[in-house]
């Protein structure tokens, strides 16, 4: 069974840096994709970011281009998401996700969560 455990929320003012971080266990992952994503209450879950477990292929919300970076560390199957410039429109919870095989539409696995909070 896959596990996704996010890290690295928090309050912060507009114009900080955040980094989270989402460990992945329980299976390989040579074709998959990690991707996070973000929701305000009463919203749809948004993507903000993805990435080829490779490393390769990393893809951007236009909310988020120039400001944040994708990255992974395949030796500790961790994904991070490094949140430069931070505004108060990217407050919202933020999940990561796991899409076993690349090809597929649908994430299979989410982890709990990590509030992001930005003041102005």
């Known amino acids: 069974q896959v596990q996704l455990v996010e890290s690295g929320g928090g309050l912060v003012q507009a114009g900080d840096s955040l980094r989270l971080s989402c460990a992945a266990s329980?299976?390989?992952?040579?074709?998959?994709?990690m991707g996070w994503f973000r929701q305000v209450p009463g919203k749809e879950r948004e993507f903000v970011s993805s990435i080829y477990w490779s490393g390769g292929g990393s893809t951007y919300a236009d909310s988020v281009k120039g400001r944040f970076t994708i990255s992974i560390e395949n030796d500790k199957n961790t994904v991070y998401l490094q949140m430069n410039s931070l505004k108060p429109e990217d407050t919202a919870v933020y999940y990561c996700?796991?899409?076993?095989?690349?090809?597929?539409?649908?994430?299979?696995?989410w982890g709990q969560g990590t509030q992001v909070t930005v003041s102005s």
């Open positions: 329980g299976r390989t992952f040579i074709y998959s994709i």
């Open positions: 996700g796991l899409k076993l095989r690349s090809w597929d539409t649908a994430y299979d696995y």
